[in-house]
């Protein structure tokens, strides 16, 4: 699974120095390679081992910005509750970030 996610951020990258392989990205000589294409070179044995703790340590997101995030949903949400107990209306925008909060 971690694999997949540093694939879906671009991670695994080829060096190409041919222009007509990069049309998209003129005078690039990298290109990043998908995670259906990571999934197509695993099946067919070319991707290379890459450990799984090396990727573990591209994550940016540590315990601090993780418990800063729980804390700014529970604020809103408890914030939407009390706006419905005073009887205040509720905009869109309100009814809206909680339901992606409670998806995430």
């Given at each position: 699974m971690v694999h997949n996610f540093y694939a879906g951020m671009g991670g695994f990258v080829i060096e190409t120095n041919d222009s007509d392989l990069h049309p998209y990205m003129p005078g690039s000589p990298r290109q990043s390679i998908t995670a259906q294409g990571?999934?197509?070179l695993a099946e067919h044995g070319h991707l290379p081992?890459?450990?799984q703790e090396p990727l573990n340590d591209k994550s940016k997101a540590d315990h601090v910005a993780?418990?800063?995030a729980i804390v700014q949903a529970s604020w809103l949400l408890i914030e939407c509750i009390a706006r419905i107990?005073?009887?205040l209306p509720l905009t869109l925008n309100e009814?809206?970030?909680p339901a992606?909060?409670?998806c995430a």
């Open positions: 990571v999934a197509i081992d890459i450990l993780k418990t800063l107990v005073t009887r009814i809206n970030t992606h909060v409670m």
